[in-house]
Each structure stands twice: as structure tokens, then as C-alpha cells.
């Protein structure tokens, strides 16, 4: 059985730092591509993050680029996404997610290709 557990959300003021962490377990997580997703009150769930297992490749959403980095550590089935100069705009759910499947540049953002999800951690950013 798949568990993906996320902690490390929080409160934070706009321009502060937060680390989430997701516990993987129930998956082969050295081979298995994993992302990070959030989503907003009364928005559609976004991708933020992703990589793949293959050959360490990372993807980015525009608005996170140069502030967001998305990490693994193989030996202890976790994921980890370090969010600097955070902004209101964060604000949301973040959920990490797992595939067996392939990812790439142009199908990492895609829910539908993700079958295992987390419940989340909330992130709110205050002005």
C-alpha cells in the first residue's frame, strides 16, 4: 500500500523560507518520479514541482522558478521541497505525488499522470 505523508508546512511572513518533506513508503521510491502539487481555495490543483528518477531531472513552474527546489534522499524514501522568498501567492495545499510511469518537460504538470497522493500540508504566506 502507497503512503505519501507530507509535514514541514506552516505559517510564514511573505519573503521567509519553509521546507516540506514527504515520507514515502509502500513504492520503490529510488525508481519512482515524484512532484510536488498545491492547490489554492477555489483554484485547480497546480503543479509546482517535479523529478525524475532516471537521470536526477527537475522541472519547474514559472512562478516558483529560482525560489522553489525540489530534493530526494533515496536512502530514506523521502522528498523535500525548500521554498524561499515565499509570497501570498503560495499560499495553498501542498500535496506530494508519485508515478511508476514516465515524466518529461511537457507531461510532468499533468495530475492524471500521477496515481498516489498525499493529504497534504498547508502553506499560508501572510503579507
Known amino acids: 500500500q502507497v503512503q505519501l505523508v507530507e509535514s514541514g508546512g506552516g505559517w510564514v511572513q511573505a519573503g521567509g523560507s519553509l521546507r516540506l518533506t514527504c515520507a514515502a513508503s509502500g513504492i520503490t521510491f529510488s525508481t519512482s518520479n515524484m512532484a510536488w502539487f498545491r492547490q489554492a481555495p477555489g483554484k485547480e490543483r497546480e503543479a509546482v514541482a517535479a523529478t525524475r528518477w532516471s537521470d536526477g531531472a527537475t522541472y519547474y513552474v514559472d512562478s516558483v522558478q529560482g525560489r522553489f527546489t525540489i530534493s530526494r534522499d533515496n536512502s530514506k524514501n523521502t522528498l523535500f521541497l525548500q521554498m524561499n522568498s515565499l509570497k501570498p501567492d503560495d499560499t495553498a495545499v501542498y500535496h506530494c505525488?508519485?508515478?511508476?510511469?514516465?515524466?518529461?518537460?511537457?507531461?510532468?504538470?499533468?495530475?492524471?499522470?500521477?496515481?498516489?497522493w498525499g493529504q497534504g500540508t498547508q502553506v499560508t504566506v501572510s503579507s
Open positions: 505525488a508519485t508515478t511508476p510511469g514516465l515524466i518529461s518537460r511537457t507531461t510532468y504538470y499533468r495530475p492524471e499522470r500521477y496515481n498516489s
